[in-house]
């Protein structure tokens, strides 16, 4: 079945720096990578996705870069601010079985100093 | 998202007991998905539903079962085969599973504890 790798588990940045979060998946049938965004008690929602036919997708401060030949896709926040503070998931979904199932990543947890 | 209703917020399981966790949606979703999250371990499939009367195990299935008599609501049904049931469970909604790229859409939470 696809494993999704997220590295880092945890990173530190000061406000106005940039956070860069890194994800590989093993299923070369993946072909949709959604990214979430959970903060502490709160269900996780969805920040920005990729599908498997596009290379790079931007919605202001963040995007979302896709490797497809070496399988693995990055999340990137510039200027980033404290309300950025929060875990961060990676996914990928493919399919098994005639489901399309979604695999999620171990999370990584961003915090943003003021 | 508004349109996914977890209950109760918090549940506390006695030794031996079985406990069932609420899930309601009005997305009109076809789909529909519990997972359990634990410190470090990100999201965990348990079970998912594709259509009404209609389920599949995940890939930690065992001391759980599941229902899907009507679209919006997808119960799920902690018994006292699971060993270990303190985690935070998410259930989450898509449209039809099989219909290209869809994000899915997560209800608020239930954090369940041995009493």
């Known amino acids: 079945g696809e494993n999704v790798e997220q590295h880092p588990s945890t990173l530190s940045v000061q406000e106005g720096d940039s956070a860069v979060i890194k994800c590989t998946y093993s299923d070369s049938a993946s072909n949709y990578f959604p990214w979430y965004k959970q903060e502490l008690g709160k269900r996780p929602q969805l920040i920005i996705d990729?599908?498997?036919?596009?290379g790079e997708k931007k919605d202001q401060r963040i995007a979302v870069t896709l490797n497809k030949t070496a399988k693995h896709f990055s999340l990137h926040i510039t200027e980033t601010q404290p309300e950025d503070s929060a875990v961060y998931f990676c996914a990928s979904r493919g399919n098994s079985g005639g489901y399309q199932k979604v695999t999620f990543g171990t999370g990584t947890k961003l915090q943003v100093i003021p | 998202d508004g349109g996914i209703t977890q209950s109760p917020k918090y549940l506390f399981r006695k030794e031996g007991q079985n406990v069932t966790l609420s899930c309601e949606q009005n997305l009109n979703h076809d789909a529909m998905y519990w997972y359990r999250q634990d410190p470090g371990q990100g999201l965990r499939l348990i079970y998912y539903?594709?259509?009404?009367?209609?389920?599949q195990k995940g890939d930690i299935a065992e001391g759980y079962s599941v229902s899907r008599e009507k679209k919006e609501s997808f119960p799920l049904t902690v018994t006292s085969a699971q060993k270990n049931p303190t985690a935070f469970y998410l259930c989450a909604s898509s449209i039809q599973s099989g219909q290209g790229n869809q994000p899915q859409h997560f209800g608020d939470g239930t954090r369940l504890s041995i009493l």
């Open positions: 539903s594709q259509i009404v009367n209609d389920f």
């Open positions: 990729i599908r498997s036919n596009v």
